[in-house]
């Protein structure tokens, strides 16, 4: 019977690994999901009133070893503040235990992703020595700790680049609803079921919005909270101008008017600074592989020749 190459079976082994954890992260996600379906509401209320609160009385009986695992990767203090909330509302995490799910998973990927790798090497052997074997256990393990930091952070970013494609959209819509005569609570709810097929996240977070002021918020309370959870500085200036307009009696369909032509003004200047970017990054590819590649091509029938005309093999 062939023998398998060790090197082969580790790589076999780290993927099995990797699947395992994302399938058991999606499944956890999964269940959240279903079981704060029916608070989502709720908690979407507490972040306008008491933003520091995080409900424990609530906890599943399962919560015992959870307190444990994710004690160990939580931050020292402060970790139920509103800062600590906001960053996984601004990633799409609304749950109120979104914080202590996600450092029991970091706590869990630091413990098990190397003893794994370990017990890999362990049974595989490869001819590595114990320094590199512990070399790799050590990145394995930061590559667990800091995981989730990247993947929290990426999906932030998605997000954010997402909403902000869509804003200049929304308030182009909100200016033909506040000129055909709704007011702004009625428009901001009208416009974000129009916009729930073109810009899904946009039309989410806005009609959260119009369901805080439904439930007593205010609409000044519910604007800043979702300029606080989307973190765009085009809504930012959005939220204070609507604020002033409201303040000062002025008229919010000329205001939004204006508005939407200075988003519509920063879109097309990220696209330039976007499209700036390009030959810098082009340079990479181009003198590493592309490059490289041409002169093979252009070169290498001649150097045959001439080394076959000197006698070189």
């Known amino acids: 019977m062939p023998q398998l190459n060790p090197t082969l079976l580790l790589v076999l082994l780290c993927a099995l690994v990797f699947a395992a954890v994302v399938m058991a992260v999606f499944a956890l996600n999964r269940y959240w999901e279903q079981r704060q379906q029916q608070s989502r509401f709720k908690d979407l209320v507490g972040v306008a009133h008491t933003p520091t609160a ?25 970790w139920g503040e509103s800062q600590i909330r906001l960053k996984f509302l601004r990633a799409g995490f609304r749950q109120s235990d979104a914080p202590r799910i996600y450092y029991v998973i970091k ?13 890999g090497l362990w049974l595989f052997k490869p001819a590595w020595p114990s320094s590199q074997m512990a070399l790799v256990t050590l990145l394995t393990a930061a590559a667990g700790y800091y995981g989730p930091d990247v993947f929290l952070q990426w999906r932030t970013q998605t997000r954010r ?6 804003l200049p959209d929304l308030v182009d819509l909100l200016v033909v609803a506040l000129e055909s005569g709704m007011g702004l609570d009625s428009a901001i709810t009208r416009v974000s079921k129009e916009l729930a097929r073109s810009h899904a996240l946009l039309a989410e977070e806005f009609y959260l919005a119009g369901l805080e002021v439904r439930a007593g918020a205010g609409r000044m309370t519910a604007l800043k909270n979702l300029a606080l959870r989307m973190n765009l500085d085009d809504l930012n200036g959005l939220v204070t101008m609507l604020n002033q307009s409201e303040r000062f009696g002025t008229s919010l369909g000329e205001a939004l008017r204006v508005q939407s032509e200075v988003m519509r003004l920063k879109r097309g ?15 990479f590819p181009l003198i590493f592989f592309i490059f490289p590649s041409i002169m093979v091509v252009l070169i290498g029938p001649g150097w045959m020749q001439i080394s076959a005309a000197f006698g070189f093999k």
């Open 54 to 78: 995080l409900p424990t009385a609530a906890a599943p009986k399962a919560s015992r070893w959870m307190d444990s695992l994710y004690k160990l990767s939580l931050p020292a203090e402060g």
């Open 107 to 119: 706590s869990l990927l630091v413990l098990v992703v190397p003893v794994l790798v370990w017990l």
């Open 161 to 166: 680049d997402t909403l902000q494609r869509g």
């Open 269 to 283: 200047q990220r696209a330039e600074e976007i499209a700036a970017k390009i030959p810098v990054k082009m340079l």
